[in-house]
């Protein structure tokens, strides 16, 4: 496999960010896992506050111009997405929904995505279900089986994060793994195509077979 492309899309508005925060270690569990895989990927982090006046101006001209122009093609190009965002009324926020509303349709269609997102406290955990997850469903990309949030006492105190960051990470660096075709390590063995337990080959008999079969005296 060649080096996949993972491209990090943080719609943190604060500096320091704990969005920005939890996007790196995400990044960070991911290129372990890859790693571990045998698989270099690369990574490129944008910043939505950074391009804030940029999409405002694109909304106002229909020209994405400088950075974001830079970010959007980076997005088109990417093999996949790791996206986090604040929480904001029970939602992403309105920066990070701007931002996608640009991407060109088509775009993301088959791409894997990780989501994540930040909060004041765990109520908003849904958000990653009843916001998230239907935003990039419906922008047709692949969405890793489980998202992470972080609400503010995460940081630096709750044990649990790590792990479900780790858990995420895992199963998203699958889904990379699986979609883009891994390549075994030098010097092993390609690795058997997956087929799922206790599943056997599906055979299709003629329709002229089943008749003589039942067929009494054939």
């Given amino acids: 496999m060649s080096t996949p492309s993972i491209v990090v899309v943080t719609a943190g508005l604060g500096e320091p960010s704990t969005t920005a925060l939890l996007g790196e270690n995400l990044s960070e569990?991911?290129?372990q896992t890859l790693a571990a895989a045998g698989v270099e990927a690369s990574f490129t982090q944008i910043s939505l506050r950074s391009l804030a006046t940029d999409i405002t101006n694109h909304?106002?001209?229909?020209?994405?111009?400088?950075?974001?122009?830079?970010?959007?093609?980076q997005v088109r190009e990417a093999d996949a997405l790791i996206v986090v965002s604040p929480v904001f009324k029970a939602s992403y926020s309105g920066l990070f929904k701007s931002f996608w509303d640009l991407v060109e349709d088509g775009s993301l269609a088959g791409k894997p995505v990780?989501?994540?997102?930040?909060?004041?406290?765990?109520?908003?955990?849904?958000m990653l279900e009843t916001a998230m997850r239907p935003l990039f469903s419906y922008l047709k990309a692949t969405v890793a089986p489980s998202g992470v949030f972080a609400a503010t006492d995460d940081f630096g105190s709750d044990r649990n994060l790590a792990p479900r960051v780790t858990k995420a990470a895992t199963e998203f660096a699958?889904?990379?793994?699986?979609?883009?075709?891994?390549?075994?390590?030098?010097?092993?063995?390609?690795?058997?195509?997956?087929?799922?337990?206790?599943?056997?080959?599906?055979?299709v008999t003629p329709f002229e077979e089943l008749l003589k079969r039942n067929t009494p005296g054939t």
Avoid: N
């Fill in 29 to 31: 569990a991911t290129a």
């Fill in 59 to 73: 909304y106002l001209t229909g020209f994405p111009m400088g950075k974001l122009a830079t970010a959007l093609d």
């Fill in 114 to 126: 990780l989501i994540a997102a930040t909060g004041g406290t765990a109520r908003h955990s849904l």
């Fill in 174 to 203: 699958q889904l990379v793994l699986w979609t883009l075709g891994s390549a075994a390590p030098a010097g092993q063995a390609p690795a058997a195509a997956y087929k799922a337990p206790g599943l056997e080959a599906l055979t």
